[in-house]
């Protein structure tokens, strides 16, 4: 199974659902459809209105975060997976690399996680390298230690991990599909020896496009893409999947 994900970031009115809705148009007609999920994370206000809209529908709802407590609490501002979970959405994005410059902690996002899961969300983790660790060699050892310091054996069942190197996202430089193969292998033998078993869907993001999509489906690891930019267009996001399984 292919995931293609789509993060809106700061982006999207309630008008948006349009797009959203053109997209879930695309799937129920394509043949290859049993190849693929899509999965949309709006932001948290929307995320009541396009859940119910979408809950017997193709396309999947999810958070871009959540709070490192559960339930309710008095922290100004903060959402729950609990509160997420309430509104309809079936994932969240933890650890995107966005929040991550802006202090998330390995403890603060181990906390996400368990929280997401526990309250039945399935958990897109993304991890990176930034621009300086790659140009010091230190892409592997970033990576190890934020998929160690955070991944449990009991996430297994409800984990997506996103590998998006942070020099690539939204600049529209890409890896090689020889280093993305390599990287890729790389996550997955940490994820099998983590989890001890088969390893958990890992898909990529950064700059992916109609266009990078073509030297990214050479890699055979990759289980599928997390799409910015490209993902508040419909026409944009469908050219991905068709690009894809041209
Ligand atoms: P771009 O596709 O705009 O590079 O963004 C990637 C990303 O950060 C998705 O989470």
């Known amino acids: 199974m292919k995931y293609f994900i789509g993060n809106w970031k700061m982006f999207g009115s309630p ?11 695309f799937y129920t007609r394509d043949k290859n459809r049993k190849k693929y999920r899509i999965i949309f994370t709006p932001p948290y206000t929307l995320l009541q ?10 396309i999947s709802i999810g ?4 709070y490192q407590k559960d339930k309710f609490s008095s922290n100004t501002g903060a959402i729950s997976s609990y509160m997420i979970k309430s509104v309809g959405a079936k994932y969240t994005l933890v650890g995107h690399s966005d929040n991550r410059i802006e202090g998330d902690t390995d403890l603060m996002l ?59 996202i939204g600049t529209g430089e890409i890896p090689s599909s020889q280093n993305l193969k390599e990287t890729t292998i790389y996550i997955k033998n940490i994820l099998k020896n983590l989890f001890r078993s088969k390893t ?11 266009l990078s999509v073509q030297s990214f489906k050479e890699v055979k690891e990759i289980d599928g893409f997390l799409v910015g930019g490209a993902s508040k267009s419909s026409k944009k996001f469908i050219d991905i999947i068709k690009n894809y399984y041209r």
């Open 200 to 210: 958990p869907p890992v898909i990529y993001g950064g700059s992916v496009d109609g």
């Open 110 to 168: 181990k906390k996400k996680v368990s929280y997401a899961i526990k309250n039945n969300l399935r958990v897109v983790f993304c991890i990176g390298e930034n621009k300086t660790e790659k140009k010091n060699k230190k892409t592997f050892q970033v990576l190890k230690k934020q998929l160690t310091n955070v991944l449990e054996k009991k996430f297994y069942n409800n984990i997506i991990v996103a590998y998006e190197p942070v020099w690539s």
């Open 63 to 66: 958070s871009q975060n959540c």
């Open 15 to 25: 008008k948006s659902i349009n797009i959203l809705k053109k997209i879930n148009l």
């Open 49 to 58: 209105n396009y859940s119910n809209y979408f809950k017997n529908k193709k």
